[in-house]
């Protein structure tokens, strides 16, 4: 029906509904408002269910066996982007794409001029991930075992709902391939060959550190419970859960 | 009547002092056979993104080339970023900038990275003079 024929009827009123009718519609709402309202609590990810008491998990609440964490020595970065060219030559990111970036924050400081800290950005392999929930193809999952967001290239339709959930900015889309790429913590590239991500290994400053949270003998889960140090993680408000962390250690 | 016309000699004088000093507090010209090149080093190797100003340290901070030429640092440019030992490392154990980055005579090596290391980002903004998302390769 057009609007303009609809303008040139008579306003009904709603004397007219029977009270079922009304009923039946009052329901329908409760219905569609309790999709969303169940939606945002409940996730529909296969993820398993990871809240966790702070910021950094305590033991019993590590959701993956390997728990693959990076934590990240923000202040000590130098913005020499060998992690970039690494990633590049590594996981064939084309000149456009980036799977990781530096960002960076100045602030004045009191003798004037700036001081810079970079700040470097991945995919943080949310316990919760965004992503994950809005891909209409499932061609973006968690791995099971490891808790690594991992690309189903071949079930991307390239939509790009992902990139626009995603509250870390870490996703592109690969023009040649009509896909949308993303890091993976280098899983088939260097991982499947027991090497560590390209960019902690290309770090001249020991930036990255890469392992499993899990493993209470391995930096990362020093760096992360080393006291007089503080850990921090991007966005937290989102409530996604992200496993890249940043420290003073 | 008199202490009125003193008063303005007295205003007069001090102005005068004032304007003085204003004209010898006003700096030398940068000569760069003096302080050096004027225009910020970039070293590319062994690490992308490192500056080195000889402004700042023989035009403002006093410093003579003899300081750090040729003992420290060749007098030819880009000699040093041609040495494998140009390292964090080798300043760390007072070679290079690291004679007097020892946290006493200027801050340590090992802090205030970002000073120098401006990264590829900081070059790029340097260079264009855009604050254009740094990493474009």
């Given at each position: 029906m057009k609007i303009q024929e609809l303008m040139k009827l008579k306003n009904e009123g709603t004397s007219g509904l029977s009270s079922r009718e009304r009923r039946q519609f009052i329901k329908m709402g409760f219905i569609v408002t309790g999709v969303y309202f169940g939606g945002r609590i409940l996730s529909?990810?296969?993820?398993?269910?990871a809240a966790s008491s702070g910021t950094v998990p305590q033991e019993g609440e590590y959701s993956y066996s390997p728990h693959y964490t990076m934590v990240i020595r923000e202040q000590l970065c130098i913005d020499c982007e060998r992690c970039v060219e690494a990633c590049h030559s590594v996981n064939d990111?084309?000149?456009?794409?980036?799977?990781t970036k530096i960002l960076e924050k100045r602030r004045p400081i009191e003798y004037g001029g700036f001081e810079t800290v970079f700040m470097p950005i991945l995919c943080n392999h949310c316990n919760r991930p965004p992503c994950v929930r809005v891909c209409p193809t499932t061609a973006t999952y968690k791995d099971e075992k490891t808790g690594i967001v991992v690309m189903n290239h071949d079930r991307c339709i390239g939509c790009k709902t992902c990139m626009t959930a995603c509250p870390y900015n870490a996703r592109y889309f690969k023009e040649e391939e009509r896909y949308v790429d993303k890091c993976n913590f280098c899983r088939d590239t260097r991982l499947a060959q027991g090497e560590l991500p390209a960019c902690v290994t290309a770090c001249p400053a020991d930036v990255r550190i890469f392992g499993d949270l899990t493993d209470k003998k391995s930096r990362v889960y020093k760096l992360l419970h080393t006291p007089d140090t503080y850990v921090w993680v991007l966005?937290?408000?989102?409530?996604?859960?992200?496993n890249v962390y940043y420290t003073t250690a | 009547m008199k202490k009125s016309l003193m008063l303005t000699l007295l205003c007069v004088v001090m102005t005068a002092v004032y304007l003085v000093a204003a004209e010898n507090e006003q700096k030398v010209e940068y000569d760069e056979d003096l302080y050096g090149p004027e225009s910020l080093i970039i070293w590319e190797k062994p690490v992308k993104g490192v500056i080195f100003s000889h402004k700042r340290h023989t035009?403002?901070?006093?410093?003579?080339?003899?300081d750090c030429h040729?003992?420290?640092?060749?007098?030819?440019?880009?000699a040093a970023e041609e040495e494998d030992n140009f390292t964090m490392e080798a300043m760390y154990d007072g070679e290079y900038c690291g004679a007097c980055h020892d946290g006493g005579f200027a801050f340590a090596a090992d802090t205030r990275c970002t000073a120098c290391h401006i990264g590829v980002r900081g070059v790029n903004r340097l260079e264009n003079g855009s604050e254009e998302e740094g990493g474009s390769h």
């Open positions: 529909l990810t296969s993820a398993v269910e990111v084309p000149g456009h794409g980036r799977r966005r937290p408000e989102t409530g996604a859960l992200p | 035009y403002e901070a006093g410093l003579d080339c003899s040729d003992d420290l640092f060749e007098m030819m440019a880009g």
